[in-house]
């Protein structure tokens, strides 16, 4: 079965720290990993994904994530986080022996402090 | 502009009433989701369809229904059977396996 872990339910950082959002996941045949924002009573935004290729993928906003196959991990980065990246963050997986089911984690709350 | 829409924004349901959340989209997707948010939780998988008039339950799928009659519409129903209704309820479409979910705005439901 699909299954994925965010371990924090939130993080706090600076803003101009660097921030990491974590993520792991649990799949059978080859995970494709996605990151989502969402802003409040708002659906998700896309922000990046990892299908195939280059482990670092780059994506909206200035994020980006690194796929480690031997850790099973997915986790975001942004180098210098801004105040306005608050948001809840969700990562997600489906894989090409898992059909269309696409399998979100519980959310971890980004607060950025000024 | 292609995108995904839901609706009402808002919804009130009195106890012992079935409701229906519409959401449409127009991005020739084949597949679409309902998930249900709760404060402080997760997205939780109720149904999704991969094809028209075919869907599979998600993971709390008890209490609700669905239909795919046509490609652009998968319409939720929130019975009298679910008892815990009150939540923000998402749909989201994707074009294939690999590609990312476009989601609506989100309806939120209260029971009053």
């Known amino acids: 079965a699909q299954s994925v872990a965010q371990p924090e339910d939130q993080v706090n950082v600076a803003e101009g720290n660097p921030l990491t959002v974590k993520c792991t996941y649990s799949v059978s045949g080859n995970p494709y990993l996605f990151w989502y924002v969402q802003y409040p009573n708002r659906g998700l935004q896309f922000l990046l994904k990892y299908i195939t290729g280059d482990n670092l993928v780059k994506g909206s906003y200035g994020f980006e994530a690194e796929f480690n196959k031997s850790q099973t991990s997915f986790h975001l980065k942004k180098p210098s986080a801004l105040v306005s990246d608050s948001a809840l963050y969700f990562c997600a997986v489906s894989s090409n022996t898992g059909g269309f089911k696409t399998i979100f984690g519980a959310g971890t709350r980004l607060f950025v402090k000024a | 502009d292609g995108g995904i829409t839901q609706s009402p924004k808002y919804l009130f349901r009195k106890e012992g009433q079935n409701v229906t959340l519409s959401c449409e989209q127009n991005?020739?997707?084949?597949?679409m989701y309902w998930y249900r948010q709760d404060p402080g939780q997760g997205l939780r998988l109720i149904y999704y369809s991969q094809i028209v008039n075919d869907f599979q339950k998600g993971d709390i799928a008890e209490g609700y229904s669905v239909s795919r009659e046509k490609k652009e519409s998968f319409p939720l129903t929130v019975t009298s059977a679910q008892k815990n209704p009150t939540a923000f309820y998402l749909c989201?479409?994707?074009?294939?396996?690999?590609?990312?979910?476009?989601f609506g705005q989100g309806t939120r439901l209260t029971v009053v």
């Open positions: 989201a479409s994707t074009d294939r396996l690999n590609t990312e979910a476009f």
């Open positions: 991005l020739n997707h084949d597949a």
